[in-house]
């Protein structure tokens, strides 16, 4: 099966990061996947932004976990960008959700933030995939492995992910342990027969961040479920230079 196209923060080569404009823009380039992260705000809504504070991506500043999401809503997260983007907002998890639900792209949704808040952002989380019946689309991913344990405790449907910086010592053991469908890590090191073990178990491995034409081909070959990229086009066009 071809290796999955996954737009890193969508289109975040030419827009800017975990706004709507980089998300239809991976639309537009038939990307498989969109990944995005997200963070939960002081009056525990789901926003998705990559950094715990407002400081790089928007006009404002501030942890978000101590910031109302609606003064969230009234801050550029384009103009740090480019000027043409201006009026970019930061979204709500629920729009892109809202939007994503018509379309056929897989959705990544890596859960960021302070341990703190996980309990609260997991459940969250959890309503929002309930109530738009997305779990068939959706794959959650973390850095933070105990926020994964409570959604699988919370739930063995939606499928997850465990975001790491590498290979395990035993990744599938690892992931049969605690009942994780995939790993999520970055892509140096990990092998063609990593990949087939994973896929003799009915794992699945899917690497970032690939910006890298001859990387990105490389990695089809060795048949990895997807790549995430920051340039889907270029992404696109490695893969169909793949021998895979
Ligand atoms: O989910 C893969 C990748 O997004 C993890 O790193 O820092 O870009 O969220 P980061
Ligand atoms: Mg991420």
Redesign the pocket.
Known sequence: MNTKIYA?RGFSAKYPENTMIAFRKAQEAHVDGI?L?IQLTQDEKLIVM?DETLDRTTNGNGLIRHTNSSLIRQLSAGAWFDQDFVSEQVPFLEEVLDWIKDTDIEL?I?IKGDPRDREKAVSQLLALLNSFDLKDQVVV?SFDHMALKLLREADLNVEIAA?TLGMLADTSQYLATHQFEGI?CHYSGVTEEDVQFLHERKQAIRL??VNDQDILLSLCDIGADAV?TDDPLLALFARNHSQK
């Open positions: 890193h990944e992260d990559h990544n890596e991913s975001l999520h970032y961040t995430m």
